[in-house]
Every structure is written in structure tokens, then in C-alpha cells.
Nanobody
């Protein structure tokens, strides 16, 4: 089993930055594709960013492309999401997820096997 714990969320003004971390425990995630998703109040969960096991292949939702960056440190069993130029519409609970069987990242939530509890990001205008 893999436990994922997100951190780094908070309240930030529009235009600001935050860096989210997703720390894994229980077993190594070094071979797992990882994803970040978010869910705003009253909306469905949506894909934000994904990375393959090495970080050599990454993908982003159009809404965050050029502003967010996903990365990972397999030695630390941790995945990150750097969020810059934040907008009020980025306000949501952010979740990280691990895909134990995949070969690369995927934008559909159903492929991911392990999920964190989420961290709240609030962007004020």
C-alpha cells in the first residue's frame, strides 16, 4: 500500500506562487506515473498535471500550461507541483495520485490507484 500526503496549500493573492508537495510512504513510487488533480467547490475533479516515472515526460491541462510545473524527486519519494501566476479560478482542493500499473502519465482519474487526502489552495483576487 502507498500513502500519499499533500502539503503546501494555503491562501495566496492572485499572481502569487505556491509549491505543493506530495510525500509517499509505504513503498517507493519511483516507478509509478504520478498525477495532480483538483476539485473546486461544486465541480468535478479535473486533471492538472502528470509525470512519468522519471520526470522525462510531463503533461498539463490547458488551463495551467505555462504556469504550473510538475516534478519529482524519487530519492525522496516525493512529487511537487510548482504553481505560478495563480488565478482565482485555480482555487480548489489539490490531490496527488499514483498509478501503480501505468507506464506513463494519464489524464483520467480512474487509472490512478492511490490518492492523497488533498490540500486546499485559495487564490484571492
Amino acid at each position: 500500500q502507498v500513502q500519499l500526503v499533500e502539503s503546501g496549500g494555503g491562501l495566496v493573492q492572485a499572481g502569487g506562487s505556491l509549491r505543493l508537495s506530495c510525500a509517499a510512504s509505504g513503498r517507493t513510487i519511483s516507478r509509478y506515473p504520478m498525477g495532480w488533480f483538483r476539485q473546486a467547490l461544486g465541480k468535478e475533479r479535473e486533471f492538472v498535471a502528470g509525470t512519468n516515472w522519471s520526470g522525462g515526460s510531463t503533461g498539463y491541462a490547458d488551463s495551467v500550461k505555462g504556469r504550473f510545473a510538475i516534478s519529482r524527486d524519487n530519492a525522496k519519494n516525493t512529487v511537487y507541483l510548482q504553481m505560478n501566476s495563480l488565478k482565482p479560478e485555480d482555487t480548489a482542493v489539490y490531490y496527488c495520485a499514483a498509478d501503480r500499473d501505468g507506464s506513463s502519465w494519464f489524464s483520467r482519474s480512474y487509472v490512478y490507484d492511490y490518492w492523497g487526502q488533498g490540500t486546499q489552495v485559495t487564490v484571492s483576487s
